[in-house]
């Protein structure tokens, strides 16, 4: 697609309840990020996918979190037994990793998740 | 290993004034350097990047960056506020050998006074 696709834009759970935010990244990129954004603060890196490799997890934070991705393409973030604390902006990136570097991450509109 | 620090979590200037936003970075290898702003409700958008070409690096919406080594500093500057310019500002390093993991600092909320 033309951009990194994050459903749904907007989450309300119960306290308690799993939910899965899905991630389309660019076609073609082979890198792929989540983030977590508290209301008023910073970027939280959870996880990063690369191509075929091992994913970076040292982000994520606590074994309520997990995330896959099929191959090089479409990725879900799933949050067990939500809690209020969970309540956040979660952002999707992809970037192109070529033999260069510097490549640019590109980012998603983000998937807000309220936990009430 | 690689970190980012944004001195001022908020800073105000008055429109048409010089915008200053502060970006200092730990790397032991030649990095890759980012500045990202967010406009309040959307995702991050790319402002400019340094890659190793030039050191001063010109973006969108007359936004620049000096790349200075010797200072491990990367700050991002504007001539003249505008309104349209307040948002949040993130700097961000990548670095080759971290197979393009990308550091986020913590942010720079810019707020422009009439």
């Known amino acids: 697609g033309a951009g990194v696709s994050q459903s749904p834009s907007n989450k309300v759970t119960e306290k308690g309840k799993d939910v899965e935010l899905r991630c389309d990244p660019i076609s073609g990129h082979t890198a792929l990020y989540w983030y977590r954004q508290r209301l008023g603060q910073g970027l939280e890196f959870l996880i990063y996918f690369q191509g075929n490799s091992a994913p970076d997890k040292s982000g994520l934070p606590s074994d309520r979190f997990s995330a896959e991705r099929t191959g090089e393409s479409v990725s879900t973030l799933t949050i067990q037994r939500t809690q209020q604390e969970d309540s956040a902006v979660y952002l999707c990136?992809?970037?192109?990793?070529?033999?260069?570097?510097?490549?640019?991450?590109?980012f998603g509109e983000g998937s807000w998740l309220t936990v009430v | 290993a690689q970190s980012v620090t944004q001195l001022g979590s908020h800073v105000s200037v008055s429109e048409g004034a010089l915008v200053l936003l502060r970006c200092n970075y730990s790397s032991s290898v030649p990095p890759y350097l980012f500045w990202y702003v967010q406009y309040p409700n959307q995702g991050l958008q790319l402002l400019l990047k340094?890659?190793?070409?030039?050191?001063l690096v010109k973006g969108i919406n007359g936004f620049e960056a000096e790349f200075k080594k010797s200072e491990t500093s990367f700050h991002l500057t504007k001539p003249s506020a505008h309104m349209s310019d307040a948002a949040e500002y993130f700097c961000a390093v990548s670095e080759a050998d971290t197979g393009n993991q990308f550091y986020f600092g913590t942010g720079t909320s810019l707020t422009v006074i009439p």
């Open positions: 990136a992809s970037s192109w990793s070529g033999t260069n570097s510097g490549n640019t991450i590109y």
């Open positions: 340094y890659t190793s070409a030039a050191t």
